[in-house]
């Protein structure tokens, strides 16, 4: 014979429980080892990199990327380009000179960023340029031209 429903089970149609101990569960997570040992293990709180915001465009003959990187010097800067991706690395450095106490707003980032772009298209990295101005990088990529023939001559020994 059916059981008549709550009120509340209609309004959510939940299923009411007798017993809810068998529907308990352990709230603390652990971790088994091979042997079956119990261990909790801590969470070691790592300083991630900052990430880079981007534009990334073509024109009819590269891929140009941006990004702003004020506050960046050149030697901090690291651009390492591949046929098929473009990363950029970085430290901005903070004016210590300022005390924790004597800020009213602290928007800014400051430490280590890096950034990883799988590009669109193949680019030659012999011939990719970066430069910066005002804040302003452009790296700018030369495409690949697939459809470039060129005639091999066959010498004779």
Request: hydrophobic residues 30%; without cysteine; negative net charge.
């Given at each position: 014979?059916?059981?008549?429903?709550?009120?509340?089970?209609?309004?959510?149609?939940?299923?009411?429980?007798?017993?809810?101990?068998?529907?308990?569960?352990?709230?603390?997570?652990?971790?088994?080892?091979?042997?079956?040992?119990?261990?909790?293990?801590?969470?070691?709180?790592?300083?991630?990199?900052?990430?880079?915001?981007?534009?990334?465009?073509?024109?009819?003959?590269?891929?140009?990327?941006q990004s702003m990187i004020a506050g960046v010097l050149p030697e901090n800067l690291s651009i390492m380009i591949t046929r098929d991706t473009l990363t950029i690395k970085g430290k901005r450095d903070e004016n210590r000179s300022i005390k924790e106490g004597d800020y009213y707003v602290r928007e800014l980032y400051w430490g280590s960023f890096s950034r990883t772009i799988s590009l669109p298209e193949e680019v030659d990295p012999e011939e990719a340029e970066a430069i910066e101005k005002h804040g302003l990088l452009v790296i700018k990529l030369p495409k690949i031209n697939k459809h470039k023939q060129t005639n091999l001559k066959v010498k004779s020994i």
């Open positions: 014979m059916l059981k008549k429903k709550s009120f509340f089970e209609k309004l959510t149609g939940g299923i009411k429980f007798d017993d809810e101990s068998e529907f308990l569960v352990d709230e603390e997570p652990k971790l088994m080892k091979k042997n079956h040992e119990v261990e909790f293990k801590e969470e070691v709180e790592e300083e991630q990199d900052g990430e880079l915001t981007i534009d990334l465009y073509q024109t009819n003959g590269e891929i140009v990327v």
